[in-house]
């Protein structure tokens, strides 16, 4: 995408902080929706109740990047939301493969961190979920729907954990494997030595 709806592009200081997360998907939404940073602001507007200047929603996405951070709050995350027709989720997301200069064990914490840490600390939120649900008269099948959602993402959240595990293991694998690599070419090297003189 060119012109006003792309992502700027920024370098990112390591390691990101949660501002600096909303704003790179602020403008990552904005790209997926194809807006300009004014017609944004001007949807926004009718969630926020604020009209934000071009150059405020620039500043802001740029904020990813470092430097200056914008300091969201929960109301204009909402907004967003809103704005956007995205979950709150989606503007905690770790920015993903388009970071490369971006550990992936830095962005599983990140993806962690969002899908609670496991079944065990998501259970008070499944229990205030069911009495909000129960409270609010919902159809009796849709806390379940819920509770498996929320099950799933504490086991993806295992799953991730494990594969950042086999990604450390593996680069301690390969560091075992150029120590074996470097002794066998300098016994190599002293075979070869040998033969020489011996010749």
Not at 156 to 176: C, K, P
Not at 178 to 184: A, L, N, Q, S, V
Request: proline letters at 4%.
């Amino acid at each position: 995408m060119t012109g006003e709806t792309a992502i700027e592009e920024q370098e990112f200081e390591v390691p990101l902080d949660a501002n600096q997360v909303v704003a790179h998907n602020l403008a990552r939404a904005r790209a997926l929706r194809g807006w300009t940073q004014e017609q944004a602001a001007e949807l926004l507007e009718e969630h926020l109740g604020v009209r934000w200047s071009k150059s405020s929603w620039s500043t802001a996405e740029r904020s990813a990047g470092g430097g200056r951070v914008k300091k969201f709050d929960a109301e204009e995350i909402i907004a967003f939301s809103h704005t956007f027709k995205l979950p709150v989720a989606w503007f905690f997301l770790p920015p993903g493969p388009e970071r490369l200069d971006i550990s992936r064990e830095f962005q599983a914490t990140i993806l962690i961190a969002q899908f609670g840490g496991g079944a065990e600390s998501v259970a008070p939120y499944i229990k205030r979920t069911e009495e909000l649900l129960s409270w609010c008269d919902l159809p009796s099948y849709v806390p379940s729907l819920i509770y498996r959602t929320i099950l799933d993402r504490a086991e993806i959240a295992r799953e991730l954990r494990g594969l950042v595990g086999v990604r450390e293991t593996l680069s301690a694998l390969l560091g075992a494997i150029d120590t074996i690599d470097e002794e066998m070419r300098s016994v190599d090297e002293e075979m070869q030595s040998d033969t020489e003189t011996e010749d």
